[in-house]
Structures are given as C-alpha cells and as structure tokens.
C-alpha cells in the first residue's frame, strides 16, 4: 500500500496520544463544579483511598502534578543543598527540574537494553554526597526494584520511584507504588489514566505521608477537609514552607471514575502492543520494545528502534513520512543529558552514556492509547510497512 493510499484510507489525522474521558467523567466534573466545593474535599480524600487500595499501599496523597508529586516527595525526605540525586538519563525533565529546584545535583545514569537505569553504572556513580535514588518506570514498564532496593540498603539510600508513566503496572506480580519510600504518580493527558493534571504520592510510611501532606498545605498542621465550618475553628499554624500543591475536587471526581476504567485502559494497550508485535516483529529495519518477564508491562509508551544502516532515511524523515501518512508518530524529548539547560549547567561528559545516545537516535513512538480503534491499529501497522519497504536498503 503507498503512502497515498494510507492517505485516502484515514480521513482524519491519528493524533499520537488522546485521553479516555466518557460521561462518568464528565458527569462528576460537572457536579463537583455545582457543588461550591472546588478546593480539596472529600473526593480528594475518596480518589485517594481508593487509589492506595488499588496500588496496595497504606497512604496515598493526591497533589496538582505529578511534578509536585516528585518535589513534595523528595523535600519530604530531605533532599537538599550539597546532596546528590541518581536518576536515569532517558526521560522527561521532571524530575531532573524537581532534583535542581531544591538545590542537590542531579546525577545522570545510563540505561539498558530496556531503557530502564542501568544498576552497575548507577552503582559507579555513587558517591559520599548521594542521597537517593530516583528510577523511574519507563514507558510503563518497572524498572529492576529489587535490584535498586539492594543498591539502597548497601549504601543508606532513599528511594522514591518516577512512576509518571506507570500506573497499574506491576513488579513480581505486585502493583508498583510501595516498594521504596516512596512513589510518584502522574495524571497528566498522556498518563496511563488522566484528571487533566495531578498526580499521587503513595507510601507504606506513616509519617512520610504526613510531611507530604503537610507541605502541599503551604505547610499547615491542619487538614480542613471534610470539616464543619459551623462547629470548627479554620486557624492553621505553618510548620513549613510548603506549597499550594493539593489536587482539586473536580480532578478528584474525575480520577475515580479514571482509576475504575485503569485496569481495562491497560488491558486494551496490551492489545494494541500485542498487534504490533505480531504485525511487524519480523521487520529486521525494527527492533520492538522488549518486555520482561514478571514487569507487567502496562505500554504507556510503544517506541519501536530503527535499524538506520538497513534504511536509506534517517530517524527523522521516517517520522515525517508517518504523519505524512496521517499518522500521529513523534520523537521524544532529548534525553536530560542533551537539554541545553543541564548541559550547561552540570557538565556532562559528552560518551557518558552511550546506551542512551545510542537509543534516543533510533527511536520512534508510535500511537498506542485505549480509544484507537482497530482500524486505526491497523492504518498504524499500514504505514510503517509502506515507509520501511519504501526505503529499505
């Protein structure tokens, strides 16, 4: 099929990423919106129950984004001026942000084969001035937990894993959410489930839920939720220096009835990944993402690998030719160690992390969310096969 073809075939462009939001979730939204409580109420309190029982964990805190979710995490835990902060270096900038923010260091890690944090270069990074690790789920896959637990107890390290990408995936057969610290969780539009933005902290720590809590209430000692205002005093006394980091109740509403749907979102990516790894795994101009066993792979993210010495087009152009094709391909961000800022600013050593540079130049992330139908799964599989045949070696 040419690439003209795929054209008349789609009549719309397939976007690379479109939220899952039905009537439930507008329903909620609406009623939250005509219920005089906006501010963190009891929806807040319901979405976070509900979402520690969902995870496992014994406490949850719902915040405004997942990159809240991060910087509460690791202010909590003391992360600060003169420490260091391991963290892998393909992924978005958040955390890297969050890490620089509360004046420590970002430490970049190479990764592996899976684009999870490498262990032995973690390990090799380690110095006098580390404090934690920060591993994240890349793409929705779980990175080697037991393996950073390890790394941690050998050298008195916190660990808080990235989970941004990762609700509902799991490790050794447990849901990812309890096994450091710490957890942070992203409901931004292109997360496994959405409020619009937000995010959750989960934590088996009692106290480490409580400071998290805390500091997104500017720091107040006093939760108001669900107090009578009638029979109740609303003086505060600040014990920190916190921040308006609290989730709302309309994104609450909405992430209930998100958190519902999670479990058949991931089972319909899984599908979709399914078809695209029996549609193109004998393709040799593809790698397809690699899934490991007892990870529960939740495929936030679907990026297959080039094999550019088989192709007579660079990285780049393919991309171009997909959404020539209507199809909604893209690149993601650099990795951390090539934004202009952190450069700059940290110095990194260009070959320091060859795996990554090696990946980030062949990637491509295809579109791969609940709503696509199969149709569009298969105008997907369509135009790959037509731009790798158009320019195979």
Known sequence: MSTSAIQRLRASFLPFCLPAVGEEEISEAGASLRSGCL???????????????????????????GTMALHLSLMALGVGQGDEVLLPSLGSCAAASVVVHLGATPVLVDVDAAMLVDLDAAERAITARSKMILPSHYGGQSCDLDGVAHLA??????????????????????????????????????????????????????????RVRRLSQQGMSTDLRGRDPETQFRTRVAMDAGYEGQMTEVAAGVGIHQLRRLSGFVERRRQIARRYQQALGGTPELDLPVELAGRGHIFQAYSVL????????????????????????????????????????????????????????RMVSLPIYPSMTNADVEDVVDAIRTTVLGHRR
Do not use: W
Request: aromatic share 12%; hydrophobic share 40%.
């Open 306 to 361: 080039l094999d550019l010495k088989r192709m007579t087009i660079g990285r780049d152009q393919f991309v171009k030719e997909l959404i020539a094709a209507r199809i909604g391909a893209t690149v993601p961000d650099l990795p951390v160690h090539q934004q202009p800022f952190y450069a700059t600013a940290f110095h990194y050593r260009q070959g320091a992390f060859p795996t990554t540079d090696q990946l980030y130049q």
């Open 39 to 65: 501010a963190s109420g009891e929806k807040v309190r319901r979405f976070e129950q509900d979402f520690a029982e969902y995870v496992g964990a014994e406490h949850a805190v719902a915040v405004n984004s």
């Open 153 to 210: 107890r050998r050298y008195g390290l916190f660990v808080v894993e990235d989970a941004a990408q990762a609700a509902g995936a799991e490790y050794g057969g447990v849901r990812i959410g309890t096994h450091g610290d710490g957890a942070a969780f992203s409901f931004c539009d292109t997360a496994p489930m959405t409020t619009g933005n937000g995010g959750m902290v989960t934590t088996n720590d009692v106290d480490f839920a409580a």
